[in-house]
Every structure is written in C-alpha cells, then in structure tokens.
C-alpha cells in the first residue's frame, strides 16, 4: 500500500462521455454522463460472468468478485491476471484446477444498480464466519463522512454511480466507484486481495443501501464494520448480527442508526463540533 490514498480519476478521459442536451428551459447544454461497458470475467478456461462496469481498475473487479462469490480460495495462488482491452475480458488464472458449472446454474440477481449477480450458494461461505471485534469511534465516523464528501469523484462529476471507500480508523485507504455499488466493493475486495492488505482493523464506507449482498461481501472481506449514508435491508441486518457485524445505516449530519454491534460503539464525538443537515437536505438523502 502506498502512502497515499488511492482516489477515483474524475478528468479520466475512458470514464465519461460529453452529451448534448437541453435543460428545463430549453437552453442546449453539455453535460458529461458515465460510460457503461461490459466485462467479461474468466476463471482459467471458463467464463464465469459478464459485468457492466465503468472500465476502470478491471483487473481488482476480477479478483474481488471471484474472491467473494467464493472460487477463489484463501490458499489459492494467483499465477496471473491479464487483462484485454480490445475484448474487454479479464483472466485469472490459478494453480488449482477449478471446475464451477454447478455454482454458475445456481445464480441469483442483486438489487443493486447495474443489476449484479451472485450465485446461490454464497450463504455457504459464510458458515463459520465470525468477524474480529473492533471498537469503533464515533470520531472516526463524522470524520470519514466529512472525508468522502469532499473527495474528488466521478459522482460529482457526472452522477450516476456509486461509491466505496476502504479506511483504516479515520482514514482514507481506496475510494471506488462503479455503476453498481456490487462492482465498487469487489474492486476494493480485488486491490486488498493483490496486495495482500488486512482486514481485522478496517470499515468500508459506502453510498449504497445495505443490502444482504454488500453485507455479505463485507462479511466474507473480513471486514468488521460497514457504513453508509443510506439505509437497510432486514436481510442484511440478520446476516451482520449473525455474522457480527458492525452495522451503522442513515449517516447524516450528527445522526446515524446502528442495527448490529452497538456494544462497540465508543462515542466519543463532540457533537457540537459536528454540522448537522437541516431537514430539506435529510429528505433529499433518504429519498436517493
């Protein structure tokens, strides 16, 4: 890991297109609108899904979301990752043999944006999982949502995208963004399986509802705590209380709700210190 965050490229020129159109005056204006591109991932010889993706980081999206649907294992070695841009596809290729056409008849669609795709017997991967114990400061909380306001991004840019971001207490590690906030997360889950980067001390930030689907990818990083600006799923909140998980939902201002391991909330915040959104602004966040 370097010394530096790792931050979305907003000016990337692959990212975003330039549209013509008129506003609801009927003035024309240029405005710019993300890319949507497929990717194809392959697990050595077989293909295993296409994505809709914005294109960038393509070889983190393949590692994290083959490591999370479970195919590739904690023992597994990585003996490449190639990636093609003419034809859009990723190979991993591993030591082990691997052989998944009975997982890949058993698939099930997100409700994610950019529909995404797990297969049905992710639930078996987390038999067993239990997630370390990590104390969590409120402080570091209002400080990290203060953080990923004003970084750099293509939501400012252009909207329509969802974002994850990858700290360690109050700060900053890996900020992605993708169509589907299901991409972004297994891109977070790709840089940390490559780098070989731990996760007993981390939280993952995201903009996205916490559905049962980010709650399980977050559960089977190993990460411990997982955030968020919007709300829950019941699902989602019974496999983090199962699983031990660190559940913080409705991040707004001084208010947040916490569904799962509030025992290890450490409030330490002075919330006066702490801006606060007027009710106008909390209706337009619980209504995105």
């Known amino acids: 890991m370097t010394d530096h965050p790792l931050l979305p490229d907003p ?10 159109g008129t506003d609801h005056t009927g003035a024309t204006i240029d405005i710019r609108v993300v890319e949507e591109r497929p990717l194809t991932i392959f697990l050595n010889a077989q293909e295993i899904v296409t994505a809709m993706t914005i294109g960038d980081y ?3 999206l393949a590692l994290g979301f083959l490591r999370n649907q479970g195919m590739l294992r904690d023992d597994d070695r990585v003996t490449g990752v190639d990636y093609d841009e003419d034809l859009e596809t ?5 030591e082990r043999q691997t052989s998944y056409e009975d997982k890949l008849r058993k698939k099930t669609r997100t409700s994610g944006c950019a529909i995404g795709t797990v297969f049905g017997d992710m639930m078996e991967g987390l038999e067993g999982v239990t997630l370390p114990v990590a104390p ?14 004003t970084l750099p991004s293509l939501y400012l840019a252009a909207g329509a995208i969802h974002g994850t971001v990858l700290c360690q207490e109050n700060l900053v590690l890996v900020y992605m963004e993708d169509v589907g906030r299901h991409n972004a997360v297994d891109k977070i889950a790709g840089y940390m399986l490559r780098h070989d980067v731990p996760a007993a001390d981390k939280i993952l930030y995201t903009t996205g509802r916490l559905t049962s689907e980010m709650v399980i990818k977050t ?4 990460i411990p705590v997982l955030a968020s600006r919007s709300g829950f799923t019941a699902w989602g909140v019974e496999i983090a209380r199962q699983t031990g998980l660190t559940l913080i939902g409705r991040m707004r201002g001084q208010r947040f709700v916490c569904l799962s391991g509030a025992d290890r909330l450490i409030r330490d915040a002075d919330l006066t ?6 009710r106008q602004h909390r209706r337009k966040g619980a209504e995105a």
């Open 219 to 222: 559960a089977m990083m190993g």
């Open 11 to 20: 000016d990337a020129p692959r990212l975003t297109r330039a549209v013509q």
């Open 90 to 94: 990723v190979v991993v290729r591993t």
């Open 58 to 60: 393509p070889e983190y």
């Open 273 to 278: 210190a702490v801006p606060d959104e007027d």
């Open 136 to 149: 969590l400061r409120t402080s570091w909380l209002y400080d990290l949502a203060r953080q990923v306001n």
